[in-house]
């Protein structure tokens, strides 16, 4: 009987009953649209999570990255994102080395059962990526960054499926089914990864905007965004309520996080910029641990210490007894300032597990004080971003984003900043440029704890303190470790980094769709109505006739440009919606290699791809498919 095992943990000797643990994400959150961190009063639409926040403690200080697969892949790894890359991770991309240990396997080895449901988007390029073959005992969800609520493109386990119930729904069920149905002599673990914010916007089944909508206004959020927090929000309600009849309550820890800051109809307020941005309010999101495993004493708390959602890997593994390290079997080469182009890693080793357990610090937080960077004295967000003690440095924005970098307020309204007054507004220089910073630039330099709003550049009188945190993040980009659909560009030593051919198995994409190809039958027909050349990590260039359409897959966005005799070209970005982009008026082989884009082509000839690892743009795996060599 696993949950009954008394296990010994960290140097106190504590024993205890392994815990259950659940992980919920939910998609595009603004950091001020939950009421438990100070949103307008909603009761009727997030209650039952800042119920559980204020049961809990609320951890003021919870980063991700300011996009969505580098924060899950992260979440998975243990591993920051500058050890995986910056990308998004299309379905066919292979984005999380197979080598690495995720932390599903590592609970598992525990004895606990595992689940996970929702929103994947962390690349698939071979079917040993998938969820169940990386210790998950159930996945069902969509591998994909973003779809419509009813899709019928999902994905049950190793096959697709075809079920097309609003995602909220069938999430939300099958996470109360798995809470029903568990045998409670054995250790529990869920990752619930909510599709809800995330646009489209679809409006949910049974909302009626006049009966729940206290607090909002059209001035403030959509409407359908209202209703789609308020969906998620009770299911939020019936899981606890199973928990509890289950007598499992007093024995979960609950952890709940955005995956990245709001954008559209989401508010960050007070926080500055929003998702794609380097900016706090892309990064610090709403996040709260709750449940029984909380300590009474500490119920209806606030934590400042500074962490990531990469912390949650060992912390879990250490909850449940098991080694939290992921090591690789030959050290990295340690990094030379004069030599930015040196391979550390060769083909033997790769980056460690990043994460800190947090959990002494969370329990006793006399242990933190005003030291809240206690667990991370330097913690690198991105390849532009340090944290150090109260302090930020921000050397430039992301190279591919440009989203608003003012201040949002709760009645919708934007107050915009002077560029001229913030050099690190601006884009950082090219991907492959291996540090960051733009020449003749001095970062921004904030003080968080003083300045939440980064209204105030400290940079100018404190240019010891610049120069010395710049030097601590080059030496950690130059640990960079760019994955899949980044291939080489930006990253030291300019080698690909690629999980084992060995490991990702034979990859055939002709026998893989044949494969898969009765269990797509019954899905949107315009999966096999594309003939047109697809090229993964290309954009195409931008033209003044380009038309946009609301489809999120590469065979939607094909049929489309096919079905429209004008188009000879289509751009998939999934990074800017709407994600479909119809080309009218450029040459679809004009344009430049970038890990955010799929091109097709009509005819002609076609850019080459870039030199990368195994990247495929189908709605399912290649390699190591069974039967398939």
Known sequence: MIAAAVVMWGSVGLSYALPNIIMVLQDDLGRHDMLFDGGVDTPSITGNVSRMARDGIILNRMHTHWHCSPTRRSFLSGRLPIHHGEQLSPVGSDDIDLRWTWISAKLKSAGYRTHWFGKGHTGYASWYQLAVNNGFDEYYGYLGGAQSYTSSDRW?????????????????????????????????????????????????????????????????????????????DVYMGRLRAALEQ??????????????????????????????????????????????????????????????????????????????????????????????????????????????????????????????????????????????????KLLVAQPNFKTEN??????????????????????????????????????PCLFNLVEDEREETNLAEDNLDLVHSLWEKLNATVLSSYL??????????????????????????????????????????????????TIVPNFCAENGDLDKRVNLTTVSECCAA????????????????????????????????????????????????????????????PVCGVPGCL
């Open 156 to 232: 049950s386990n190793t096959i697709p499926n075809n079920e097309t119930t609003y995602s909220s729904k069938l999430y939300g069920e099958k996470a109360i089914d798995a809470v029903m149905n568990h045998h409670t002599d054995t250790p529990f673990f869920m990752y619930l990864a909510w599709q809800a914010v995330h646009t489209p916007y679809d409006q949910v089944p049974g909302w009626n905007k006049a009966e729940y909508c206290h607090g909002y206004t059209e001035q403030t959020h959509d409407s359908t965004y209202c209703g789609m927090l308020w969906d998620s």
């Open 246 to 391: 289950k007598g499992m309550w007093d024995n979960t820890l609950i952890v709940f996080a955005s995956d990245n800051g709001g954008v559209g109809s989401g508010i960050n307020y007070p926080l500055r910029g929003e998702k794609h941005s380097n900016w706090q309010g892309g990064m610090q999101v709403a996040s709260f641990m709750s449940g029984g495993l909380i300590p009474s004493n500490l119920r209806g708390t606030s934590s400042n210490l500074t962490m990531h959602v990469v912390d949650m890997y060992p912390t879990f593994c250490n909850l449940a007894g098991v080694d939290p390290t992921d090591d690789p079997p030959v050290a990295p080469l340690p990094v030379d300032m004069t030599n930015v182009n040196k391979d550390i890693y060769g083909n033997a080793s790769f980056p460690p597990v990043d994460g800190v357990d947090v959990w002494q610090y969370i329990i006793h937080p006399e242990l933190v004080g005003d030291n809240i960077s206690i667990a991370h004295p330097y913690l690198v967000l991105t390849k532009e971003v340090i944290l150090a003690g109260p302090h």
């Open 561 to 620: 440009c096919n079905a429209d005799p004008k188009c000879t070209a289509f751009v998939l970005n999934l990074g800017y919606l709407p994600a479909c982009h119809l080309k009218y008026d450029v040459n679809p082989n004009k344009g430049q290699p970038s890990p955010k884009c799929t091109t097709g082509t009509k005819g002609g000839p076609t850019p080459p791809a870039p030199a990368g690892c195994a990247h495929y743009s189908t709605d399912f």
């Open 405 to 442: 970098d003012g201040w949002k307020y709760p009645n919708g309204s934007w107050i915009e900043s002077d560029p001229t007054r913030w050099p690190c507004d601006q884009q950082d220089g090219p991907l492959d440029q291996v540090l960051p910073g733009i020449p003749g630039q001095l």
């Open 483 to 532: 994955h899949g659909a980044s291939g080489p560009a930006g990253n030291p030593g300019g080698i690909p980094r690629c999980s084992p051919a060995d490991l990702l198995g034979p990859c055939n994409e002709t026998c893989a769709k044949a494969y898969y190809a009765p269990y797509l039958a019954s899905q949107d027909q315009a999966k096999d109505s594309c003939n047109m």
